[in-house]
């Protein structure tokens, strides 16, 4: 069990260090009313439209490449060739773009 909540922490951190280290590369000029793909709050509001869990708190970790399969899945994508690979910047605008920021 110890092992599982070391292995779980230093996923927390290393998804701590990615999120900062891509938020800090950010522009100034970006609108501050869109969230930027790829990040924290991006993969809040996707998994708020495409729900991955099982409605009781299980699911694959938010932004994970499983969860990423899960996305794929759930919105009838999965294996399609024009969907970017999954773990890109890329992979989130696809998404982001096609399903997401539909106005």
């Known amino acids: 069990m110890r092992c599982r909540n070391i292995k ?49 708190g299980h699911g694959p970790d938010s932004g994970s490449l499983e969860w990423r399969s899960v996305v794929e899945f759930k919105l009838g994508i999965r294996g399609n060739a024009e969907v970017p690979v999954r773990d890109s910047e890329a992979w989130c605008n696809y998404i982001n773009k096609h399903f997401i920021d539909r106005r």
């Open 8 to 56: 779980k922490a230093k996923k927390i951190v290393i998804y701590a260090i990615l999120v900062m280290a891509s938020t800090s590369c950010t522009g100034i000029d970006k609108q501050n009313d869109k969230i930027a793909g790829c990040s924290h709050e991006w993969f809040t509001l996707v998994e708020k439209k495409v729900p991955t869990g099982d409605g009781q």
